[in-house]
């Protein structure tokens, strides 16, 4: 992928407006310095969504998402950075430079991609103009899917007769390996290809962004196997991929949830009846890939299975997918002896979506198939308590953490400390929260007033910069959290003189970048004569809660001293425990004569 500098990007993002971009795809009107409207990212009623046209950021205060004009497109059009960037470069007239082009390094790839997009094309035809896709067709008419679906899915068919996709690709100008590198025909050696489909029903399999990437294929007949995908290439990923993603994206966004089935024909008989936001993982099982790539567009996740044991087990098989995609998902469950196909098309759209409010929570339907599993006596519950926290370990949110920790205790009976401290193979005892702090466990900034308000004081106003800019003490006492967004800001500032907001975060990881973007909104707030009183303030505080950090661990030190009785340990550390003590009296009285303006 081609790199575009600084300075170019910086030069679209000046010439460019994040209201008209953002305007494209919402409405927003006008609120003091702000624009807000109806997050896209998240159902809601009152708007929450706010962007900022001189810092060229935005926020929702709803959902928690942010950024710039490259984020926006990013999140809303599911684009990769440099896609965004030419984007916007395009609508401004920003001239890229031929290596500047994201792709431009890339050109292989690109040829691939239209390489699938012109088979796709030629199993299109087939399907109607071929003499073979009138069985096809018939097949399609006795699955009840009509040509309406059949186009919007752009399916297609692989004759068994005739030259074949081989040839015509050939006949097309394609150069042939390729072909072969993705999996579209195969090599026989002494340059002879054969075709990798054929009498097949074909399904595309198109990526979020509209590119094919790969082909599902079904036999008509009692061939095998029954269904047939398209090889790992570097297009190509079955456990990343979802089939009917590009087509359920909007519905999913609208509906704000997503039904994951198995098979390609699920989909088409769901999106038909009218359930749009319908996605397959193509005869696999789900991954934790897959649950990422849904989780940029919802949350909510139902899973369906069938009804049958087979179907528990992946059930609660899935619950481990979940948390490692970092979602805790829905499980729903069909009779038995149904599948989501033939269930919809010979009870209609309302007594599936009956079946869909029936879902349960992913962690209580795991928790009750492991007690069904492993019985209610006390070496059950053992077991149970060892799975269970197998699985919590891998919980990302602290706050996830808790809650599954106390909803699992109370479903199974089992002491919650069981479920967060279980030994290792080794007999030692490990935690569910492990050694890292929360915030660099879940990769979030964590939530502190102090350092929060900081930060947006330090976006906003220049002699906050200056102040902080001499404080050696400050990367002390903040959270580890905080340490590497202020010393961003600070070294921005040391730089340049300036914190561009644009430039800061085209270097920071997403979850920084929204932190920092809501964070410059709620500054706008702030009046300038505030300004030095609350840096103080925040300082102060922040000076305190490390000093009684201090105090606690030399509290710890001393009983530590007193129990080995090392008399000499123990009265150097009540020498500098007092002097920590000392330091807290001063700074609570400086406080105070901060707050009450006495000097």
């Given at each position: 992928?081609?790199?575009?500098?600084?300075?170019?990007?910086?030069?679209?993002?000046?010439?460019?407006?994040?209201?008209?971009?953002?305007?494209?795809?919402?409405?927003?009107?006008?609120?003091?310095?702000?624009?807000?409207?109806?997050?896209?990212?998240?159902?809601?009623?009152?708007?929450?969504?706010?962007?900022?046209?001189?810092?060229?950021?935005?926020?929702?205060?709803?959902?928690?998402?942010?950024?710039?004009?490259?984020?926006?497109?990013?999140?809303?059009?599911?684009?990769?950075?440099?896609?965004?960037?030419e984007k916007v470069a395009k609508?401004?007239?920003?001239?890229?430079?031929?290596?500047?082009?994201?792709?431009?390094?890339?050109?292989?790839?690109?040829?691939?991609?239209?390489?699938?997009?012109?088979?796709?094309?030629?199993?299109?035809?087939?399907?109607?103009?071929?003499?073979?896709?009138?069985?096809?067709?018939?097949?399609?008419?006795?699955?009840?899917?009509?040509?309406?679906?059949?186009?919007?899915?752009?399916?297609?068919?692989?004759?068994?007769?005739?030259?074949?996709l081989a040839a015509f690709l050939?006949?097309?100008?394609?150069?042939?390996?390729?072909?072969?590198?993705?999996?579209?025909?195969?090599?026989?050696?002494?340059?002879?290809?054969?075709?990798?489909?054929?009498?097949?029903?074909?399904?595309?399999?198109?990526?979020?962004?509209?590119?094919?990437?790969?082909?599902?294929?079904?036999?008509?007949?009692?061939?095998?196997?029954?269904?047939?995908?398209?090889?790992?290439?570097?297009?190509?990923?079955?456990?990343?991929?979802?089939?009917?993603?590009?087509?359920?994206?909007?519905?999913?966004?609208?509906?704000?949830?997503?039904?994951?089935?198995?098979?390609?024909?699920?989909?088409?008989?769901?999106?038909?009846?009218?359930?749009?936001?319908?996605?397959?993982?193509?005869?696999?099982a789900l991954t934790p890939d897959?649950?990422?790539?849904?989780?940029?567009?919802?949350?909510?996740?139902?899973?369906?299975?069938?009804?049958?044991?087979?179907?528990?087990?992946?059930?609660?098989?899935?619950?481990?997918?979940?948390?490692?995609?970092?979602?805790?998902?829905?499980?729903?469950?069909?009779?038995?002896?149904?599948?989501?196909?033939?269930?919809?098309?010979?009870?209609?759209?309302?007594?599936?979506?009956?079946?869909?409010?029936?879902?349960?929570?992913?962690?209580?339907?795991?928790?009750?198939?492991?007690?069904?599993?492993?019985?209610?006596?006390?070496?059950?519950?053992?077991?149970?308590?060892?799975?269970?926290?197998?699985?919590?370990?891998?919980?990302?949110?602290?706050?996830?953490?808790?809650?599954?920790?106390?909803?699992?205790?109370?479903?199974?009976?089992?002491?919650?400390?069981?479920?967060?401290?279980?030994?290792?193979?080794?007999?030692?005892?490990?935690?569910?929260?492990?050694?890292?702090?929360?915030?660099?466990?879940?990769?979030?900034?964590?939530?502190?007033?102090?350092?929060?308000?900081?930060?947006?004081?330090?976006?906003?106003?220049?002699?906050?910069?200056?102040?902080?800019?001499?404080?050696?003490?400050?990367?002390?006492?903040?959270?580890?959290?905080?340490?590497?967004?202020?010393?961003?800001?600070?070294?921005?500032?040391?730089?340049?003189?300036?914190?561009?907001?644009?430039?800061?975060?085209?270097?920071?990881?997403?979850?920084?970048?929204?932190?920092?973007?809501?964070?410059?909104?709620?500054?706008?707030?702030?009046?300038?004569?505030?300004?030095?009183?609350?840096?103080?303030?925040?300082?102060?505080?922040?000076?305190?809660?490390?000093?009684?950090?201090?105090?606690?661990?030399?509290?710890?030190?001393?009983?530590?001293?007193?129990?080995?009785?090392?008399?000499?340990?123990?009265?150097?550390?009540?020498?500098?425990?007092?002097?920590?003590?000392?330091?807290?009296?001063?700074?609570?009285?400086?406080?105070?004569?901060?707050?009450?303006?006495?000097?």
């Open positions: 992928m081609g790199m575009i500098g600084e300075d170019k990007i910086l030069e679209i993002r000046g010439k460019s407006s994040i209201v008209e971009v953002v305007s494209d795809h919402l409405t927003l009107k006008k609120m003091g310095q702000n624009y807000v409207g109806l997050c896209p990212f998240h159902a809601e009623n009152t708007p929450s969504f706010t962007v900022n046209e001189e810092k060229g950021i935005f926020h929702c205060f709803g959902c928690g998402v942010g950024g710039n004009i490259f984020s926006f497109l990013m999140q809303f059009e599911h684009l990769s950075f440099p896609e965004a960037v609508r401004y007239g920003v001239q890229l430079d031929r290596l500047e082009r994201p792709f431009a390094k890339n050109q292989r790839s690109d040829r691939l991609y239209r390489l699938n997009e012109r088979a796709a094309a030629y199993f299109h035809k087939a399907l109607s103009a071929h003499p073979e896709g009138k069985r096809a067709l018939q097949y399609l008419k006795t699955r009840g899917i009509d040509e309406r679906t059949s186009r919007r899915f752009y399916l297609g068919y692989a004759p068994s007769s005739g030259p074949g050939q006949r097309d100008g394609w150069p042939l390996r390729d072909a072969v590198s993705i999996a579209l025909v195969t090599d026989r050696g002494n340059d002879k290809y054969g075709d990798k489909f054929f009498g097949r029903l074909i399904f595309p399999i198109i990526d979020a962004g509209g590119k094919v990437t790969g082909f599902g294929g079904r036999t008509l007949g009692d061939g095998l196997p029954k269904y047939l995908n398209s090889a790992e290439t570097p297009l190509f990923h079955k456990g990343a991929q979802l089939y009917g993603l590009f087509q359920a994206k909007e519905g999913i966004r609208s509906m704000d949830r997503v039904v994951v089935v198995e098979g390609y024909l699920d989909v088409l008989a769901l999106s038909q009846a009218g359930l749009s936001w319908t996605v397959a993982t193509m005869g696999t897959h649950v990422r790539l849904l989780r940029r567009y919802t949350k909510n996740v139902i899973a369906l299975f069938d009804g049958d044991e087979a179907g528990r087990k992946a059930a609660a098989r899935s619950f481990e997918i979940f948390v490692e995609g970092g979602l805790l998902g829905q499980a729903a469950f069909l009779p038995q002896g149904e599948d989501p196909d033939t269930f919809v098309r010979s009870r209609g759209r309302q007594a599936l979506e009956s079946v869909l409010e029936q879902a349960v929570p992913m962690a209580d339907y795991y928790f009750t198939w492991l007690q069904g599993r492993h019985g209610a006596n006390i070496e059950g519950k053992s077991q149970i308590a060892q799975e269970v926290s197998r699985v919590l370990a891998k919980v990302t949110s602290p706050f996830e953490v808790d809650l599954l920790s106390r909803r699992a205790a109370e479903f199974l009976g089992i002491r919650e400390e069981l479920l967060r401290h279980q030994p290792d193979k080794a007999g030692k005892a490990v935690t569910n929260q492990g050694q890292a702090s929360p915030a660099a466990h879940s990769g979030r900034i964590p939530e502190d007033r102090a350092e929060s308000s900081l930060v947006a004081l330090m976006l906003r106003f220049p002699e906050v910069l200056r102040r902080l800019e001499k404080e050696e003490f400050l990367e002390r006492i903040v959270h580890p959290g905080w340490k590497e967004t202020l010393a961003c800001i600070l070294s921005e500032w040391r730089e340049r003189g300036e914190v561009n907001l644009a430039r800061l975060t085209l270097n920071l990881p997403p979850h920084q970048a929204s932190a920092l973007a809501a964070l410059a909104i709620q500054g706008e707030s702030i009046q300038e004569n505030e300004s030095r009183q609350m840096t103080e303030d925040c300082l102060l505080h922040l000076h305190l809660k490390y000093l009684k950090g201090l105090e606690s661990d030399l509290c710890r030190a001393i009983r530590l001293a007193e129990e080995k009785m090392d008399e000499k340990a123990r009265k150097e550390r009540i020498l500098e425990w007092q002097e920590v003590v000392q330091k807290e009296r001063n700074l609570e009285q400086q406080r105070y004569t901060l707050r009450t303006g006495l000097r």
